[in-house]
């Protein structure tokens, strides 16, 4: 489809011819009008006579016909594509150079002549293996722990979380330096602040989650589990975690330029309320909040003994409280 454009070349075109043929002005004085050859005057003027104004269109570019002037023999490109066939590690140079003197071609024909014969196969998209989620049977068996830069790195804030994989309870918390240094200070933050005992942690394959930071888990008695490098899928609970974190919590409440102090306390009650009180509907959580699933698993026998081999000041005070729901919920019924 010819443009609006071309149509007024065209029209302009038309014009020229007329003066022309009406003797207003000459072949030469038209050529120098426009900054054409005379020759370029006189084929317009057969285009003009022969077919109008449609004859000063543009024609459709490319080639005229269904084959190239100089499109190879046939014998030709049957010795290329033998030669293609019973050579597969040699390349196109490789083909030019053996070829014989009769039907010595270029290395660009070489590879014209396999393009315009190969067998395009269909594109088949691969087949992708089906995620298998899973959960965690008993809550702290294993954490998921990840960094995040929800400002970018220039802003100096790398945000330490982790997460449990059966129960979803998180913890946070922002440092200055992205190192190994930060890492284990966070690790020991968990022991600390977790309401349960932690068995193993899975990490990616980052700089700081090296080799101090399995020694720490290893005194610990904690088991350090890394990820297959590029295999993000395998910590899929903590980045999806990373979406809510940033749009719930860092880009809603925090803002990047005031102190560490404050952006951690203001992230530490936002984590009060996904523990505490946001219900979840993942896998195995059966719309209950975290902290209601590490209070089910306090209360079991197995939970009340694991409570003895790592104390902390939190994990007291959940099991009292849960004891204390526990009771009143007897008591009611």
Known sequence: MKSHHAYQLAAMKAALINHVLTGKISVTGAARSVKKSRVTIYDWMTRYKTAGLDGLLPKKTGLRGSKAWNRSAPETEAVVLEMLEQHHDWNIYDIAARLPQEHRVHPCTVYRIWKRHRQGAAATRLPRPAPQRYVKERVGEEIQMDTSFPWGRAAKRVCFDCLDDRSRFAVA???????????????????????????AIRTDCGR???TRFSVACALAGIQHIRNEPYHPEHNGKIEKFHD???YRCFYVYLHPSDCMEQQNSDLQQWLVWYNYHKIHLGMGMDRKTPAEVVFQSLLSESSCVRLMLQPNIFRHWMFNV?????IDGAARQ
Do not use: M, N
């Open 322 to 326: 849960a004891w204390r729901s526990h």
């Open 244 to 246: 809510g974190l940033k």
């Open 208 to 210: 700081e989650w090296s």
């Open 173 to 199: 918390r922002l440092y200055e330096h992205c190192d190994q240094d930060s890492s284990i200070a966070f690790l020991q933050h968990v022991i600390a602040h977790a309401p349960f005992i932690i068995r």
